[in-house]
């Protein structure tokens, strides 16, 4: 069975960084556009960054571009999001994702296909 499990997540001071990996195993991943989203206590869940199958186009919500990178691992089927400057407002469930397409150079999560179960960022203040 496919499926997605994440790692890397932990607490961490204001400033600091982390690097979230996530492993795809059951299939190959690399016909797939890979992303991260997050979800925090009372918000609903948001897009954080998308890669394309291939590696070529990367995309970034507005709040965390500059600050983190994603990049892919086809031949180890992994994905990650390495995290730096991190603020308290990046607190957050941080899941990876399989699926998505680009419109445009722009990602958009249609028709995701699959979910990982998601790893605890906390950044203190």
């Known amino acids: 069975q496919a499926q997605l499990v994440e790692s890397g997540g932990g607490l961490v001071q204001a400033g600091g960084s982390l690097r979230l990996s996530c492993a795809a195993s059951g299939r190959a991943f690399s016909s797939y556009n890979m992303a991260w989203f997050r979800q925090s206590p009372g918000k609903e869940r948001e897009f954080v960054a998308a890669?394309?199958?291939?590696?070529?186009?990367?995309s970034y919500a507005d709040s965390v571009k500059g600050r983190f990178t994603i990049s892919r691992d086809n031949a180890k089927n992994t994905v990650h999001l390495q995290m730096n400057s991190l603020k308290p407002e990046d607190t957050a469930v941080y899941t990876c994702?399989?699926?998505?397409?680009?419109?445009?150079?722009?990602?958009?999560?249609?028709?995701?296909?699959?979910w990982g179960q998601g790893t605890q960022v906390t950044v203190s203040s």
């Open positions: 890669i394309s199958w291939g590696g070529g186009r990367t």
């Open positions: 994702a399989a699926g998505g397409r680009y419109y445009s150079g722009s990602y958009s999560p249609d028709d995701i296909n699959y």
